[in-house]
């Protein structure tokens, strides 16, 4: 026997002796996994259906704030297939707008993201986590709690990476969800968290989680003030994946893992029992793929486009991905950058194929599939000159007609300064 299979033989020896906290039955079982990493913006419902095609076996969606989640009502859009959490925005009021537009908080595909997704719950509130979880349970594989994100809108209020210094809260959190959503829905509880400064921190930090209940846990392998930039800091986690398996609770590992042949390798060097994928995935989704050989970006690309037109994607989110998936340097990369519209951006790749649904989507959703986008909205000069922008406000104001052309009298308009026309600029369509 090799070394190499001695030590898989070791290691599935020691899987079955060591205990497992029970995976409740509409739950998932992370042990084996190759996932999806949550990402604001990159975590949206065409992206997580890209990477499953590809071959991801769970999907985590972006971090969704629970205040944001309690107070939506739950739909289903016939249109698109897809379970839609939607709320009226305030716009600034106590009672929004009876004519505003629904604002879509959260989306599922129930049919491809069956017992493969888990919602990702930004929170610093034992009860509002329970709240917004209720909402969410019944069409998701489990809740995870980020208790990781460094940036501030995560960890304004005390959720996200603040969690990792109130380490009472977060627990109580988590037992919270565990008797609360584990016990009426059926589903496992878990928590993402970064490194600490030292490993005996981290390790004290990961003995008192790992006796909550939950049945995962995701270690990012840096600590709160790293960058992305920044290379992973493995030393402390093949300690934190000893912890967890000692209590039966499986051990997920994240950053820099590239393909899912990188995080088999990576499993196997640390003993943590799956991973997550994140900036390769944003780049290129076919780094899940079971061969093991990377697509082609246009191949990647046409995909992409095909899921997020079929349940109708917000267009400013599938352009950002477009930018994150088009080489830079390439001149499909500028064009994509003008491109305000669906329609355009299939004509400039050359999928003439995809034009026609393009076009339905355009009209959808209510952009100019051969202009400028949504129609421009007026400018407010008083807020711009609020805003500090007094050169704007004044250029809008000489925008307006002359008094003459408004019907003041003469004397009225010499008083006025006789301030001459100005035609206003062309193309200020709003892109979304």
């Not at 409740?24 to 990493?37: E, M, S, T």
């Not at 486009?305 to 400013?316: I, T, Y």
Request: with cysteine; charged share 25%; glycine share 8%.
């Amino acid at each position: 026997m090799s070394a190499l299979e001695l030590s898989v033989f070791t290691r599935a020896i020691r899987s079955i002796m060591a205990p497992k906290v029970p995976i409740p039955r509409n739950g998932v079982d992370y042990r084996g996994k190759i996932v999806l990493a949550p990402m604001v913006r990159s975590g949206e419902l065409p992206s997580r259906l890209l990477a499953l095609h590809y071959g991801a076996d769970l999907v985590w969606g972006p971090e969704t704030v629970d205040r944001s989640m309690i107070g939506t009502t739950r739909r289903f859009n016939p249109d698109t297939q897809t379970i839609e959490w939607t709320r009226k925005p305030s716009q600034g009021a106590k009672t929004p707008p009876a004519d505003v537009k629904d604002s879509i908080i959260y989306r599922v595909h129930p049919e491809k993201e069956r017992r493969k997704l888990i919602f990702q719950l930004g929170t610093s509130d034992p009860d509002l986590a329970v709240q917004a979880a209720r909402l969410v349970a019944a069409d998701v594989a489990g809740i995870d709690v980020n208790a990781g994100c460094p940036k501030p809108f995560s960890t304004h209020g005390g959720m996200g990476a603040a969690l990792l210094r109130t380490p009472d809260k977060l627990c109580a959190i988590l037992e919270a969800l565990v008797r609360a959503i584990t016990f009426e829905f059926e589903i496992g509880i878990s928590v993402k968290i970064r490194i600490l400064e030292t490993a005996a921190e981290t390790e004290a930090l990961v003995r008192r989680l790992v006796t909550t209940g939950i049945t995962g846990l995701t270690v990012h392998c840096r600590t709160t003030p790293m960058r992305p930039r920044e290379r992973a800091v493995r030393g402390q986690l093949r300690m934190v994946a000893d912890v967890c398996r000692s209590a039966g609770v499986a051990c997920v590992m994240n950053g820099d893992v590239e393909t899912r042949q990188h995080a088999l390798a990576l499993m196997e060097e640390y003993g943590v029992d799956g991973a997550m994928i994140a900036t390769q995935a944003e780049k290129n989704a076919s780094c899940f793929r079971f061969s093991g050989d990377i697509r082609p970006w246009e191949e990647v690309v046409e995909r992409y486009l095909r899921c997020a037109m079929d349940v109708e994607n917000k267009f400013g989110n599938t352009k950002y991905m477009l930018c994150q998936q088009v080489p830079g340097k390439s001149q499909a990369y500028r064009h994509i950058s003008a491109c305000k519209s669906y329609t355009k951006v299939c004509e400039m790749l050359g999928y003439d194929h995809l034009v026609e649904r393009a076009r339905e989507v355009d009209a959808s959703l209510d952009i100019d599939p051969d202009g400028s986008g949504k129609k421009a909205k007026k400018p407010n000069i008083s807020a711009l000159a609020a805003g500090g922008q007094m050169a704007e406000s004044r250029a809008k104001l000489q925008d307006k007609k002359g008094l003459a052309e408004r019907g003041v009298g003469a004397q009225e308009e010499g008083k006025a300064g006789r301030q001459s026309a100005v035609q206003p600029a062309e193309g200020t369509g709003i892109s979304v």
